[in-house]
């Protein structure tokens, strides 16, 4: 594969990766007390996971480039992000990541499609927790790809 798409790729991880951290900052910080903060954090939610689904399209772009169904688009395009391709690409996510992030995607999907759901304060505060607490997973796995990327440029 030549090294531009790569690089290009790499430069989209770093600008995603700090659109992440911007918004993992303000989910940290932001309290769900009364429905507009419950109503901001699931927002905050939502936008995370787009930030990262963003990013695995890019991913799907420069290495295999097409899913098929798409009326299941998100959850195949996550679902590829744990594939190791062989010859292609290693996989961007564990098991555990796509478990967390699965997850968000259910919840980015309800957020977005629901407009006459009220949305359950303990649920968006579990998650919100799960992520926390699991973040760290994602990082990791992200970390890793990035080194493949680096090591993939050099060669």
């Not at 478990?99 to 579990?126: Q, W």
């Amino acid at each position: 594969m030549k090294k531009e798409p790569l690089a290009i790729l790499l430069g989209y991880f770093t600008n995603q990766t700090e659109i992440m951290e911007k918004i993992l900052q303000e989910v940290k910080t932001t309290k769900p007390s009364g429905r507009e903060k419950v109503s901001h954090l699931a927002y905050l939610l939502h936008n995370l996971y787009c930030a990262l689904e963003d990013l695995f399209q890019e991913i799907a772009k420069t290495f295999e480039n097409r899913i098929e169904d798409l009326s299941k688009y998100h959850r195949e395009l996550l679902k590829r992000m744990q594939l190791d391709v062989p010859g292609i690409r290693p996989r961007v996510l564990s098991k555990e990541s796509y478990l967390i992030l699965d997850e968000l995607r259910g919840f980015r999907h309800i957020f977005r499609h629901s407009y006459d759901y009220e949305l359950a304060p303990d649920r968006v505060k579990s998650l919100k927790q799960k992520i926390l607490t699991n973040w760290r997973y994602i990082e990791r796995d992200l970390d890793i790809f990035i080194d493949f990327l680096q090591e993939a440029i050099k060669d």
